[in-house]
């Protein structure tokens, strides 16, 4: 079956000029997020762990989410869409959706799209805007690598099929009648898991597959995961907290699936899962917890929701990272793909800066393009939802006004670089964005978390020197601009002082006696030194000859702040033979050194 296709009314504004950051391009890589109350959008690089561009668009309606295209992103309201250029983090023009529903927002390669579900409508986005009806409420959506959007007509239980640049959506297969159940992708093809058989059936272009018994038992409530992870497909019972991983590789071809994986979940409430290039990841909303599990079902990382990311979303990017959001925009949980999740602030204060918010103007009748006269050449007949405008007729754009100062951008260009025991911290001059850059905030911290310290610079200030670092310890170095509008998006980077070489050396030190067995003139301490040590720790260090290897019990002592500990201790007064220390529970042995006579 087919259904027809109209297109969406949109409106039209290119916003006035103002002061824009630098141009910048992207790859559908990272996440956008937006900030309501800021009127800006910031792009979280998800291989950085870090904020790396932003873009002002105005205002932004609470609840808002941010999708890509290669070209642009598209800030997503109830009452509108923003679309931006990624290449100059300019507002282009905004447009109207057809319902102030929270859509399903999918990336691909021929969207990205807006799936409302309830108002049974698909918002392909991009050069032409258009709004194709499904007939009907759908389930959730997904999409297959060649940019195909598959749709569950619940109300005509039928899978549907939106292609690439498809102005029809086609339906080539039904559930059977009675039957529930939810789609998924495994590798490049679309399944349906059947809640009422228990199966996981291929969707084919003549129909539903054969379809293989998956071994468990799921509930019609079951939450399942919108692509497989290494052939697993992820399915959480929420009543039972339960995670099964099924086998969802060679399906329809009669072949005995593996054997599935359950994995007991804490108690908790949990979100559908989203699977990563590796993990899956669930939320659990009552004890705010973020979970990953690998496809074999063991568990790899636990992290905590902060509570100023209110109410969590989850998204799979394009680069196969999972996002966790919220409807604040404060910061950003990105989840990479090996499971492990890293905290994200997203910083910025302040009023929104260049792209003031684009008025309406009069909306054309379905299917007009923005400027254009009409329908494209082909399309099926529009749908009013606007009176209509008269072919020729421009479209009303709002004229350039002043943009407030803003935030600065990023400082670029941020370098750390290990100079003997310090880092010389290095940076460019971050974009002033309408006011004069004051000063600069440089900040430090162990990445595994700890004290760290900060120090503050001029305006005109490119460089600084780190002291006090502790070796083989991994620090986050953050340098964040300020100016009369508040703090900017802040630079971090990564860096190590080397781990010194542990060493212990021992020689003659100043003359002793010791009871009768030690005296003039040949007595001495030993003289030790140990250097590249933990600092503030405690060593014990064991004293050995060549003629009596264990003649002395040893010290325990502990390191200055440095690492390094110089002692005299261990009487010694035998010419001839070798000295040497060892130090406990390492595996450091010092120089042999022979004794000599006075």
Not at 554 to 567: C, E, K, N, P, Y
Request: with cysteine.
């Amino acid at each position: 079956m087919t259904l027809a296709v109209c297109l969406a009314a949109v409106t039209a504004a290119v916003s006035g000029a103002a002061s824009r950051p630098p141009a910048l391009g992207y790859t559908n890589s990272g996440h956008w997020v937006a900030v309501p109350g800021l009127g800006v959008v910031y792009h979280v690089n998800g291989a950085g762990r870090a904020v790396d561009a932003q873009a002002d668009v105005g205002e932004v309606e609470p609840g808002s989410q941010v999708v890509q295209s290669d070209t642009s992103g598209y800030v997503v309201g109830p009452s509108r869409i923003t679309e931006f250029g990624k290449s100059d983090l300019a507002v282009d023009q905004t447009l109207k959706p057809p319902t102030g529903e929270r859509p399903v927002a999918l990336e691909t390669a021929s969207g990205p799209y807006l799936v409302y579900r309830e108002a049974g409508s698909v918002v392909r986005l991009g050069d032409k805007a258009t709004t194709i009806p499904a007939g009907g409420p759908l389930g959730e959506p997904v999409a297959t690598p060649d940019g195909s959007v598959w749709l569950h007509r619940l109300d005509a239980n039928s899978l549907c099929r939106l292609a690439p640049a498809a102005e029809r959506i086609t339906c080539p297969a039904l559930v059977p009648n009675g039957h529930t159940g939810a789609l998924t992708v495994v590798g490049e093809r679309p399944v349906f898991l059947d809640t009422d058989a228990d199966s996981l059936s291929p969707v084919d272009p003549d129909g539903l597959g054969q379809p293989t018994k998956i071994g468990v038992d799921v509930p019609r409530a079951a939450r399942v995961a919108p692509v497989d992870v290494r052939g697993r497909v992820a399915i959480v019972d929420p009543a039972a907290k339960r995670m099964h991983l099924v086998d969802g590789t060679d399906l329809g071809r009669g072949r005995q699936p593996a054997p599935p994986v359950t994995v007991n979940l804490p108690d908790g409430t949990y979100s559908a899962p989203v699977a990563g290039g590796s993990s899956v990841v669930l939320i659990d909303t009552d004890n705010r917890k973020v979970l990953t599990y690998n496809a074999d079902g063991q568990q790899q990382h636990v992290a905590d929701v902060p509570e100023d990311v209110g109410e969590p979303r989850l998204r799979r990017g394009d680069d196969k990272r999972v996002y966790v959001d919220g409807p604040e925009g404060t910061r950003v949980l990105v989840v990479d793909e090996d499971g492990s999740v890293a905290n994200v602030p997203v910083v910025g204060t302040g009023p929104s800066a260049s792209a003031p918010p684009v008025s309406p103007s009069a909306e054309p009748s379905a299917g007009a393009r923005p400027g254009g006269s009409g329908p494209p050449t082909g399309s099926p007949a529009p749908i009013p939802s606007a009176p209509p405008r008269s072919p020729g007729t421009p479209t009303t754009t709002q004229g350039p006004r002043a943009a407030p100062a803003s935030p600065p951008g990023m400082p670029p260009g941020l370098t750390a670089t290990p100079e003997g025991d310090t880092l010389r911290v290095a940076w460019g001059a971050a974009p002033a964005n309408g006011a004069a850059v004051t000063d600069y905030l440089v900040s430090w911290a162990p990445v595994a978390g700890g004290a760290g310290g900060n120090s503050g610079h001029g305006g005109s200030a490119r460089a600084t020197t780190i002291t006090g670092l502790t070796r083989g310890v991994a620090y986050q170095i953050t340098v964040v601009a300020r100016n009369s509008a508040g703090r900017g998006t802040p630079a971090q980077t990564r860096a190590t002082l080397p781990a010194a070489t542990r060493t212990a050396t021992v020689t003659r030190g100043r003359p002793t006696t010791y009871e009768d067995s030690c005296g003039p003139p040949n007595c001495h301490f030993m003289h030790i030194e140990l250097r590249g040590f933990a600092p503030n720790t405690s060593y014990h260090v064991d004293p050995h000859s060549s003629e009596k290897f264990d003649y002395n019990p040893g010290a325990t002592l502990r390191t200055d702040s440095q690492g390094v500990l110089i002692f005299e201790r261990f009487p010694f007064s035998s010419p001839g033979e070798t000295i040497w220390v060892t130090v406990r529970d390492t595996d450091v042995e010092s120089n042999r050194y022979v004794w000599p006579a006075a």
